[in-house]
Structures are given as C-alpha cells and as structure tokens.
C-alpha cells in the first residue's frame, strides 16, 4: 500500500517534543472490530474519588499541569512521593501519601470504571469522566513496595492544523522552498489534507507527552470540516 510519513519536532505550546505521523492508503478497522470501552460512571458518584484527591487538587486544577505523578515507595514501610509535570519541567511537590490512600484511591477509580485492580489485575488503565483526565495505576506485583498512579490531564486547549502551521511545527504550502525540502512534493499540512480526503489511515506515534493526543484531536476537527 502506498504510505508517506513525515516528524514534528515543536509544538504550538512551545514543548520540545517528538511526534512521527505517517499516513497509509487502505481503509480502517470496522467499528465491531475496536476494543470495547468502559462505561463512564456518572459524576455523582466520584464524591468519595475527590476527597481522596484532596491534597492533588492544586496541581489538577492548574492548568500549566499535563501529569501528576505518585511514586511508589522505594522500600517496604515508606511513603509514596508526588511529582508534577507541567510547562517547568518535572518537579517534586514535596506531598508524600501512605501506599494504603494511593492503594484505596486507584481501587475507587478502578470500582467507578468497573475494573478489578488487584494482585491478579495490577494494572488499570482508564479515563476520568469528570475532566477527561487519563489513568494508569499499577500494584504489586509490578510495582514491590505500594502502589504508584499517573494522572494525565487533557489539554486545555484545541489546537487546530493551522495553529501548528503557525507555529512552524507543521509545513504549510509556504514558504516553498522550505516544504520542497521537508517533504519532497508536499508539505506536511498538504499531505495530511491529501490523506484526509482520501480516506487513508493515519497513525500518530511518539514519546509519552510528545503531544500525539492533542495533535489527534487537531486532525480529528479537521476531518470533520471536511465530512
């Protein structure tokens, strides 16, 4: 099948990230053949999940934020460390949790998702119906000492395909001469448009935070201009 393929290395926030897109012809998955999802629990419900949530709630509601991170403890008896990732970099927030609040806070998530998160299912991975923030909890006997518990939060705005053309992340059609180098016939914004119009596959791949989601979603909205 034909397929072409091209990398960003910034994105319109100004994050440093690598994200390869490549684009193939043929047609998708069936929708009966996709992985069936969880239903989300109504919000109502996460009363208990926010107040073991309490003392992230600084962090979670800022909106320089992208990841809230709980380490396991490094030995048995030790307490679990709360780091934050956001447009500063990585940082320690100094918040240490018992492994038995980090354990009873991914079982809440994992009981409002309808999962199991215990020895025989350590890890738990969802999205948080409230503010779509994304999960991944894992225990013992992944992790040896307590629990650990990753928060993604979504990104607070949508970027679009010309943000990134903007931006310099994308190439448009201009300047000329610079999309004739970084892709031989088409620049990047071109080919996107050609593979969207066409009905090709597109796949997003990249490091974690590297901004496949969000870019996603900006070839999502565009894909519904054009429907």
């Not at 460390?81 to 940082?91: M, Q």
């Amino acid at each position: 099948s034909r397929c072409a393929s091209f990398g960003m290395a910034t994105l319109p926030s100004g994050r440093r990230r690598g994200v390869s897109v490549a684009v193939a012809a043929g047609a998708g998955p069936s929708p009966s053949s996709a992985p069936p999802c969880a239903k989300a629990a109504p919000a109502a419900t996460w009363k208990v999940f926010d107040r073991l949530l309490e003392k992230l709630r600084p962090w979670l509601s800022n909106a320089d934020t992208f990841d809230v991170l709980i380490n396991p403890p490094a030995k048995d008896g030790g307490t679990c460390s709360v780091w934050v990732d956001s447009a500063g970099g990585l940082t320690a927030t100094g918040v240490a949790l018992s492994p038995m609040a980090v354990l009873n806070l991914n079982r809440s998530i994992a009981s409002e998702l309808g999962r199991s998160f215990d020895e025989d299912h350590p890890i738990l991975m969802g999205e948080l119906p409230g503010d779509g923030s994304r999960v991944t909890a894992l225990g013992y006997p992944i992790t040896r000492h307590g629990p650990a518990l990753c928060l993604r939060k979504p990104s607070s705005r949508l970027f679009t395909l010309d943000d990134y053309v903007a931006s310099g992340a994308l190439d448009g059609p201009q300047p000329e001469r610079q999309a004739r180098r970084s892709a031989p016939k088409y620049g990047h914004r071109e080919m996107l448009d050609y593979a969207i119009d066409s009905g090709w596959n597109i796949l997003f791949a990249g490091a974690p935070q590297a901004g496949k989601t969000t870019f996603a979603n900006a070839a999502a909205a565009s894909i519904r201009e054009r429907a």
